[in-house]
DNA sequence: AAATTAATGTTATAAAGTTACCTTGTTAGC
DNA sequence: GCTAACAAGGTAACTTTATAACATTAATTT
């Protein structure tokens, strides 16, 4: 998505976008509730509600294994988001890998199947938190 | 794991893994409770407990996507399970693919981070649910 | 048999997500 | 401007999934 600046979000989403765009990692859905009940929100499904419009926009993804959604990176993705989180800082960075995205196809379709939402996460070490031993 | 039968498991991890190895589908923790109610299990804990020693043994997985647990497929792996989920028939399967996993070894080996966990679940539909259109 | 470690049992509670129902805004057609 | 139709929002109650805390029992090692 080029022009998320320019997207027309409703209040609700738009403090749910704001709220993800400025933490450094993905974030839980009842931590966006904690922090947005100074701006008047109460209840987990209006959190709920506008995460699941704003994955529909495609500028925000869920993180499976983490239960929390980040912001969309920039990059313009017709293929699979590839997710690579350091469970030592929580750091998560979004990659994009035609390749990789390939390798799926290719393994779907090998057994007639259709894919259509890989789901990547690639758990570990960052470089900054990496093994101990280097 | 080649050898499934000769594990010593606990009555616990028994009765899970039987219950696991029965299904046609991954099982989520409190359906598998329900079912071994009858077996005297109480509380969700032995459940968890059961299913976190099962994951260390290397003989289940956890489908992260969809808060449920399968039995490990018989593949002597290595590299990492990719898990082939039907959204309509909800059919499972554990496939390995070494192509895949170099792929993933490089994106992270690429950004300095060392891969210790990589969670591949890629939903769509199986041959037999297809889109309808076929 | 004592020591150590692995597995159990039970209660209570936390964390994550959904259902149901009703109200308010926005937009389009008249 | 009125109103039908629809999208978004509000609220409460509840379900589902997972853990914490603490006490007990079984198995294994020395």
């Known amino acids: 998505m080029r022009d998320k600046q320019h997207l027309k979000l409703s209040k609700n989403q738009a403090l749910v976008y704001e709220a993800l765009s400025q933490a450094s990692k993905p974030v839980g859905a009842y931590d966006l509730l904690?922090?947005?009940k100074a701006h008047g929100l109460k209840a987990?499904?209006?959190?709920y509600?506008?995460?699941?419009?704003?994955?529909?926009?495609?500028?925000v993804?869920?993180?499976?294994s983490l239960n929390a959604w980040t912001t969309c990176c920039d990059a313009d993705h017709d293929s699979?988001?590839?997710?690579?989180i350091c469970d030592d800082c929580?750091?998560?960075k979004e990659h994009i890998d035609t390749g990789l995205n390939r390798s799926i196809e290719k393994i779907s379709k090998r057994s007639g199947?259709?894919?259509?939402?890989?789901?990547?996460?690639?758990?570990?070490?960052?470089?900054d938190c990496s093994p101990k031993t280097n």
Chains 1, 2 share one sequence.
Request: with cysteine; proline share 7%.
């Open 34 to 36: 904690d922090q947005l």
């Open 44 to 47: 987990p499904l209006q959190i």
């Open 49 to 59: 509600r506008a995460l699941e419009s704003l994955i529909e926009l495609k500028v």
């Open 61 to 64: 993804h869920r993180l499976e």
């Open 80 to 84: 699979a988001p590839i997710f690579v």
């Open 90 to 92: 929580g750091d998560v």
């Open 113 to 127: 199947f259709t894919a259509e939402r890989p789901i990547v996460e690639i758990h570990g070490r960052c470089g």
